[in-house]
């Protein structure tokens, strides 16, 4: 005959351990974890170049600092080079940085409401500067002419 | 009750500088221990205990005085008091360590040492969690051998290098310090733990072994290696020195290297 002996407090009465330890998704499939670290990794290793580059070419070429205006930065855009360079960039940085964040988000946020309602935030605010970022990239036009009269700017063509 | 006899003199002549047990120094300390009483209150409170310790003692010589000699309410777990069975893993002086391998001179005896049941697992009675999520977890990786075709009639033979590869994750005692020093563990409890990926690394990596692949399936989950953050916790808590960050690392890579 057996003695019946009961489960320590803390275990749920069902299952032998407390439910919150259960690990939900039934063996979800981590392939998008494996991706993300991945990308984490190696979109890294291409922002130091990128990032580094950029404030090189910014800061320290011809004259450096002072040379930042309007203008330069219209004559950077007008090279489809540097067009696709801060584009790389702008992507990247803020893909790396929504998916540090969501990494953050998913450790510490203790409640899943809330855990939810910060992912969407984030992810809103990610999607409409990554928007607007590619948007200001490909349609800047430092010359715009507006109702028919051309704004000022030393740089743009005399009409 | 019975009549106490005279222990016989000594008839072994100790010089004077030699000595006897008394000799070691002795100091006063003040121990601050971490009670839960379910049967009490719901609220776990601190108890503070005056002791006089030798130089020689841990800090589960003073957890002992106090329980046989002050306070035998007092609970934890203990077996082999030697650092191998991996039973008192505790939270002293705000660091996962075993009780039994922490000596006192070793802490600032000057301030009150702290004690506290480990991290992110159910606190059951004073020092005692309840264990089942950190060895469900354990279990689920399958920590066993696992191997292929029909079982040889001798011993399975494996090279010395073979042998090295997984030498340090061998050592795992199983006591919890690093599972429950994981700041990642203690937000849900849902990670698997690095002394689930520890065991897992044991296997992975053994020669002999060919359940490699099904261990990493396993870990590659959401709640697997990715979510490791190589805070290095683990490898600073675990007391017998397991590199354990790179052995998850290791299993990282393993999962990589085998998807590409």
Known sequence: ?????????????????????????????????????????????VLVVLIFGHLFVNLMLGDGVHAIDFGFVAGKWASPFWQ???????????????????????????RDGVRFWLLVVLYAAAIAIVILGTLVIFTFNPCPTVNGVPLPGSFCPKP | MSASTVEPASKVELPASVGGGGEIPTFDITL???????????ESHWDEYQLTMYGTDRVLDALH????????????????AHGVCGSDAMRINGRNRLACKTLLKDLDTSKPITVEPIKGLPVEKDLIVDMEPFFQSYREI?????????????????SAEDRERFDDTTKCILCAACTSSCPVFWTDGQYFGPAAIVNAHRF??????????????????????????????????????IQV???????????LARQF
């Open chain 1, 1 to 45: 005959m057996s003695t019946d002996i009961r489960f320590p407090r803390s275990t749920s009465e069902t299952g032998r351990i407390a439910p919150k330890y259960n690990r939900h998704g039934g063996g979800a499939k981590g392939g998008f974890e494996m991706a993300a670290w991945l990308f984490m990794r190696l979109s890294g290793i």
């Open chain 1, 84 to 110: 696709w360079w801060d584009l790389a960039m702008l992507w990247l940085a803020m893909l790396h940085g929504t998916n540090g964040v969501r990494t953050i988000v998913n450790d510490y946020a203790e």
């Open chain 2, 32 to 42: 601050r221990v971490r009670r839960y009483n379910p049967e009490v209150s719901e």
């Open chain 2, 65 to 80: 005085k106090v329980k046989w000699e002050l306070d035998g309410s007092l609970s934890f777990r203990r077996s082999c």
């Open chain 2, 142 to 158: 399958m920590p066993f051998l696992i191997s292929k075709g029909h079982a040889p009639t001798k011993e399975r033979l494996q």
């Open chain 2, 204 to 241: 992975i990596f053994d020669s002999r072994d060919d359940a490699g692949d099904m261990r990493l399936e396993i870990l590659n989950d959401k709640e697997g290696v990715w979510r490791c953050r190589t805070v290095f916790n683990c490898t600073e808590a675990c007391p017998r020195g």
């Open chain 2, 245 to 255: 960050t790179k052995a998850i690392s290791e299993v990282k890579q393993a999962i």
